[in-house]
Protein backbone atom coordinates (compact mmCIF):
# COMPACT_ATOMS: atom_id res chain seq x y z
CA UNK A 1 0.00 0.00 0.00
CA UNK A 2 1.23 3.33 -0.84
CA UNK A 3 1.97 6.06 2.07
CA UNK A 4 -0.48 8.54 2.27
CA UNK A 5 1.40 11.61 2.05
CA UNK A 6 -1.51 14.09 2.66
CA UNK A 7 -1.04 12.79 6.45
CA UNK A 8 2.12 15.27 6.12
CA UNK A 9 0.23 18.11 4.34
CA UNK A 10 1.69 16.94 1.07
CA UNK A 11 -1.15 17.13 -1.76
CA UNK A 12 -1.45 16.51 -5.37
CA UNK A 13 -4.64 18.15 -6.89
CA UNK A 14 -5.84 18.96 -10.01
CA UNK A 15 -2.41 18.43 -11.11
CA UNK A 16 -0.78 20.84 -8.61
CA UNK A 17 1.49 19.61 -5.98
CA UNK A 18 1.30 21.19 -2.97
CA UNK A 19 2.94 21.66 0.58
CA UNK A 20 0.51 22.69 3.19
CA UNK A 21 -1.16 24.78 0.98
CA UNK A 22 1.73 26.22 -0.79
CA UNK A 23 2.75 25.37 -3.95
CA UNK A 24 4.81 26.52 -7.03
CA UNK A 25 3.30 29.68 -7.17
CA UNK A 26 4.76 30.48 -4.41
CA UNK A 27 8.38 29.78 -4.79
CA UNK A 28 10.80 32.46 -6.34
CA UNK A 29 12.30 32.40 -9.73
CA UNK A 30 15.49 30.62 -8.27
CA UNK A 31 13.73 27.68 -6.50
CA UNK A 32 11.51 27.61 -9.95
CA UNK A 33 14.73 27.03 -12.25
CA UNK A 34 15.79 25.00 -9.80
CA UNK A 35 12.86 22.14 -9.53
CA UNK A 36 12.30 22.78 -13.57
CA UNK A 37 16.31 21.65 -13.92
CA UNK A 38 15.42 18.28 -11.59
CA UNK A 39 12.03 17.97 -13.05
CA UNK A 40 13.63 17.93 -16.84
CA UNK A 41 16.80 15.23 -15.48
CA UNK A 42 14.62 13.12 -13.57
CA UNK A 43 11.55 13.19 -16.81
CA UNK A 44 14.24 12.27 -18.96
CA UNK A 45 16.31 9.55 -17.40
CA UNK A 46 13.13 8.01 -16.43
CA UNK A 47 12.04 7.29 -20.22
CA UNK A 48 15.02 5.16 -20.12
CA UNK A 49 13.22 2.89 -17.44
CA UNK A 50 13.37 -0.49 -18.43
CA UNK A 51 15.89 -0.16 -21.26
CA UNK A 52 18.95 -0.42 -19.59
CA UNK A 53 20.53 -3.29 -21.50
CA UNK A 54 20.62 -1.42 -24.64
CA UNK A 55 23.12 0.46 -26.28
CA UNK A 56 23.95 4.16 -25.63
CA UNK A 57 23.09 4.71 -29.51
CA UNK A 58 19.23 3.82 -28.46
CA UNK A 59 19.48 5.03 -25.96
CA UNK A 60 20.39 8.53 -26.66
CA UNK A 61 17.40 8.32 -29.03
CA UNK A 62 14.80 7.57 -26.50
CA UNK A 63 15.87 10.51 -24.45
CA UNK A 64 15.94 12.88 -27.35
CA UNK A 65 12.12 11.19 -28.69
CA UNK A 66 11.12 12.58 -25.21
CA UNK A 67 13.01 15.60 -25.34
CA UNK A 68 11.39 16.66 -28.16
CA UNK A 69 7.69 15.53 -26.55
CA UNK A 70 8.33 18.49 -24.69
CA UNK A 71 10.16 20.83 -27.46
CA UNK A 72 6.41 19.81 -29.48
CA UNK A 73 4.03 21.36 -26.27
CA UNK A 74 3.92 17.40 -24.94
CA UNK A 75 0.94 16.59 -27.45
CA UNK A 76 -1.56 13.49 -26.17
CA UNK A 77 -0.14 10.03 -26.40
CA UNK A 78 -1.94 7.17 -26.75
CA UNK A 79 -1.19 4.56 -23.64
CA UNK A 80 -2.90 0.99 -23.69
CA UNK A 81 -4.54 0.60 -20.16
CA UNK A 82 -4.59 -3.08 -20.64
CA UNK A 83 -0.60 -3.18 -21.07
CA UNK A 84 -0.37 -0.82 -18.33
CA UNK A 85 -2.73 -3.32 -16.27
CA UNK A 86 -1.15 -6.51 -17.27
CA UNK A 87 2.77 -5.34 -16.79
CA UNK A 88 1.52 -3.86 -13.33
CA UNK A 89 -0.13 -7.12 -12.05
CA UNK A 90 2.57 -9.46 -13.54
CA UNK A 91 5.33 -7.15 -11.29
CA UNK A 92 3.18 -8.03 -8.52
CA UNK A 93 2.52 -11.87 -9.11
CA UNK A 94 6.58 -12.27 -10.07
CA UNK A 95 7.65 -10.22 -7.07
CA UNK A 96 8.99 -11.97 -3.58
CA UNK A 97 6.04 -11.40 -1.83
CA UNK A 98 3.65 -13.23 0.20
CA UNK A 99 0.83 -15.05 -1.79
CA UNK A 100 -1.85 -13.34 -0.11
CA UNK A 101 -0.70 -9.64 -0.16
CA UNK A 102 0.20 -10.82 -4.01
CA UNK A 103 -3.52 -11.44 -4.85
CA UNK A 104 -4.46 -8.80 -2.42
CA UNK A 105 -2.96 -6.15 -4.61
CA UNK A 106 -3.54 -7.37 -8.14
CA UNK A 107 -7.38 -7.19 -6.63
CA UNK A 108 -6.87 -3.61 -6.10
CA UNK A 109 -5.57 -3.11 -9.32
CA UNK A 110 -8.10 -4.67 -10.79
CA UNK A 111 -10.70 -2.16 -9.50
CA UNK A 112 -8.30 0.79 -10.03
CA UNK A 113 -8.00 -0.65 -13.87
CA UNK A 114 -11.74 -2.27 -14.08
CA UNK A 115 -10.22 -5.10 -15.52
CA UNK A 116 -9.91 -8.53 -14.41
CA UNK A 117 -6.04 -10.46 -14.45
CA UNK A 118 -6.13 -13.95 -15.32
CA UNK A 119 -3.19 -15.85 -13.03
CA UNK A 120 -0.58 -17.11 -14.37
CA UNK A 121 -0.30 -21.19 -13.94
Not at 54 to 69: G, H, L, P, R
Not at 86 to 112: H, N, P, R
Amino acid sequence: MRYDYNKIGLAKTEGTTKFDGMGIDDLGNAAIHWIANYGLFVFLTRSLAGHEKMNDADKKTIVAESFQWLLDGMPARERSKADAFTSACMKVWESDSKKADKLSTIKTLEVAFGKKFELPE
